[in-house]
């Protein structure tokens, strides 16, 4: 059974760096075609997509947020880290891990998602 | 802007069938055949209805249905039962460059 859960603070101050982590389960990260992806939901609004990591340690960004993520894996302690640095308010959103598998390109289970509020 | 366009409303009776679209570009929907869709209810994680353009994950009711002409996928959802109520999401893949996209949504009422 795969279950995935993200965590990390609740509210961030902007300018700060947000830090979130997901831990998973029911799948290895060093399996071939296996990934995991962070997605973002603004209040109201649409998913948008962030970054993916993939079994191999290769890594992908959206373009218009690459110079502020990095995204990392701990395959021993089944956990993906992704980073956002300089926080604006605009980033407030319901973050979501998934796991992705490479081999159809889906977004095949989801974490519950952690909403982040940026504000001073 | 959602780099995949979808109508922002869908609605239809029980029992009706109601198609979405989702129109992008020869670089994501168009290029290959990575079209998913999802479903999320309110104050939930989105869940995975179809992939590949067409498939159905197991445990997905085959009300659910898809299909792609050129750059733009559609999913159809046929005898709508009120559980249906919904926010829908395409997404496709892009390429090594931009990977994934996502539509802005189209929400589903059962009226």
């Known amino acids: 059974q795969v279950t995935l859960r993200e965590s990390g603070p609740a509210l961030v101050k902007p300018t700060q760096t947000l830090t979130l982590t997901c831990t998973f389960s029911g799948f290895s990260l060093s399996t071939s075609g296996m990934c995991v992806s962070w997605i973002r939901q603004p209040p109201g609004k649409a998913l948008e997509w962030l970054a993916l990591?993939?079994?191999?340690?290769?890594?992908y960004y959206s373009t218009s947020l690459k110079t502020r993520l990095t995204i990392s894996k701990d395959t021993s302690k089944n956990q993906v880290v992704l980073t956002m640095t300089n926080m604006d308010p605009v980033d407030t959103a319901t973050y979501y891990c998934a796991l992705y598998s490479s081999g159809w390109s889906t977004f095949d289970y989801w974490g519950q998602g952690t909403l982040v509020t940026v504000s001073s | 802007q959602s780099a995949l366009t979808q109508p922002p409303s869908a609605s239809g009776s029980p029992g009706q069938s109601v198609t979405i679209s989702c129109t992008g570009t020869s670089s994501d929907v168009g290029g290959y055949n990575y079209v998913s869709w999802y479903q999320q209810h309110p104050g939930k994680a989105p869940k995975l209805m179809i992939y590949e353009v067409s498939k159905r994950p197991s445990g997905v009711p085959d009300r659910f249905s898809g299909s792609k002409s050129g750059n733009t996928a559609s999913l159809t959802v046929s005898g709508l039962q009120a559980e249906d109520e919904a926010d829908y999401y395409c997404?496709?893949?892009?390429?090594?460059?931009?990977?994934?996209?996502f539509g802005g949504g189209t929400k589903l009422t059962v009226l």
């Open positions: 990591i993939d079994w191999d340690d290769d890594k």
């Open positions: 997404s496709s893949y892009a390429g090594s460059n931009r990977h994934v996209v």
